[in-house]
T-cell receptor, first 115, second 121 residues
């Protein structure tokens, strides 16, 4: 069975600073995909960034980047130059490469960006 | 852009009622999913469908059923609503795989609807 653990239920950061959200996972597969999703208050969940396990290079999307440590099964999200609009619940998710279907989600980290 | 539309943002029903939650996607996605989201528990998969009339149980299917008669529509049914089914329900869809460059990639992300906040009284 796959598991995803987000150990920080809540975090806060000052506007313009950098914050890192942690995620660890467990899977017996060698081929899998990792995602970070963002859910702003009362708004739609959207994809922030994704990483293929076979790629050594860490994915980046503008101010968002990941630190993917495959041996440690760690997949943290770094948000640089935090903005008020980054306030949201962030979910880490894992998908098996052998299945096109099922995402396993962590329980989420509520990030608050303070002015 | 992908559009996943859930029929209601807020819904209030009574214990024992049969409840239908509807979800429609406009991008011809093969896969569709129903999750429930509860504080401290994250998202838990109820059912998913990888083709018309095909369905598979997720992690918490008890008390629910689904219907996929057309590719674009995936319905979640609460056969006899109970108070412990009060929750936020999220629908999602995804491509089975996509051609990126010259390779088929199966890491296609799920696209979510706005959610339905269902209260069972």
């Amino acid at each position: 069975a796959q598991t995803v653990t987000q150990s920080q239920p809540e975090m806060s950061v000052q506007e313009a600073e950098t914050v890192t959200l942690s995620c660890t996972y467990d899977t017996s597969e060698n081929n899998y995909y990792l995602f970070w999703y963002k859910q702003p208050p009362s708004r739609q969940m959207i994809l922030v960034i994704r990483q293929e396990a076979y790629k050594q290079q860490n994915a980046t999307e503008n101010r968002f980047s990941v630190n993917f440590q495959k041996a440690a099964k760690s997949f943290s999200l770094k948000i640089s130059d935090s903005q008020l609009g980054d306030t949201a619940m962030y979910f880490c998710a894992l998908k098996s490469g052998g299945s096109n279907y099922k995402l396993t989600f962590g329980k989420g980290t509520l990030l608050t960006v303070n002015p | 852009d992908v559009k996943v539309t859930q029929s209601s943002r807020y819904l209030v029903k009574r214990t024992g009622e049969k409840v239908f939650l509807e979800c429609v996607q406009d991008m011809d996605h093969e896969n569709m999913f129903w999750y429930r989201q509860d504080p401290g528990l994250g998202l838990r998969l109820i059912y998913f469908s990888y083709d018309v009339k095909m369905k598979e149980k997720g992690d918490i299917p008890e008390g629910y059923s689904v219907s996929r008669e057309k590719k674009e529509r995936f319905s979640l049914i609460l056969e006899s609503a109970s108070t412990n089914q009060t929750s936020m329900y999220l629908c999602a869809s995804s491509l089975d795989r996509a051609l990126i460059g010259t390779r088929l990639r199966s890491n296609q992300p799920q696209h979510f609807g706005d959610g339905t906040r269902l209260s069972i009284l």
